[in-house]
């Protein structure tokens, strides 16, 4: 499943396991990552991703496309909102 988020500067885009984000150049960070950065782990990211990594996860939960991930990144996510 895609989920793609829109800003005047640029585009954002989870596809399966990977955020991309397009702001004059294309970077990618695997999900899991963009997950452990939001929760304050260590976490390996580009700034661009670090930039969108709430508004990304905030946008999975809201629309719980996270329902084919794997469990290792449900997980996380479930103990963010419960």
């Not at 997980?75 to 909102?81: K, M």
């Given at each position: 499943m895609k989920v793609r988020l829109g800003y005047p500067d640029r585009v954002v885009e989870v596809d399966g396991d990977t955020v991309r984000v397009f702001k004059g150049r294309l970077v990618s960070a695997p999900l899991r990552e963009v997950v452990r950065y939001y929760r304050g782990e260590d976490a390996i990211l580009p700034p661009l991703v670090r930039e969108v990594s709430r508004d990304v996860v905030a946008a999975l939960l809201r629309t719980r496309a996270l329902q084919n991930?794997?469990?290792?990144?449900?997980?996380?996510?479930?103990?963010?909102?419960?």
């Open positions: 991930e794997q469990p290792a990144v449900i997980q996380a996510l479930h103990g963010i909102s419960g």
